[in-house]
């Protein structure tokens, strides 16, 4: 994709989030891998207002080299891209109900919401949460550093989810799918339910590997 189609795909689809309420104000972020470093939304902005021509470019050590000044969690994006090697994009929201799960005592830290749905599984898999932080504070980009070996996905405790994938599509269909489900596991909470069994789970990662 040519550079003037990135900068399109990443506003068209920060705009589609923002119009269904999953960005609000001025929160989240989304970079995206170039040839010549990363895209990232500019910080203060919103995603629903987005202005191609102003998109931060970060070189491929994270200097800013033009557009608007980026996002303050640029440092969180780079630390998940230097352990995902195979990573092109990541988003990440304030979406409600991600956000509500990720401020309740009795989760299991190791892997926040059980796998109520195949395309859970297949898009998110496990969701660790990682331990509250300021926003844009360097020790957040650290601990999120930490984990992004071993996930493609974590969730910041009371504040959000972020997710990285191959391209900008599936990292925000991934993003959706986390959404949904916390929204689900929130509608369960009073409820008995049967999330998918462990064989289950193992099948559907057979089937499509990440
Ligand atoms: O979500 C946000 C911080 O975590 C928004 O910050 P920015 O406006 O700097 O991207
Ligand atoms: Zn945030």
Redesign the pocket.
Known sequence: MSDAKIREDIVRRAASLYNRGLSFG????ISVRVDDGWLM?P???SMGDLDPARLSLLDPEGRHISGDAP???AFLHMAMYAKRSGASAIV?L?STHSVAVSCLKCIDQKDVLPPLTAYYVMRVGKLPLVPYFA??DLELAKAVGEMASDHHAVLLAN??PVVSARSLSDAVYATEELEETAKLFLALQAMETRPLTADQVADLQRRFPS
Do not use: L, R
């Open positions: 001025s929160s989240g972020n939304t910080t203060g902005s996002t303050k969690e990440h304030h926003p844009g504040h959000g």
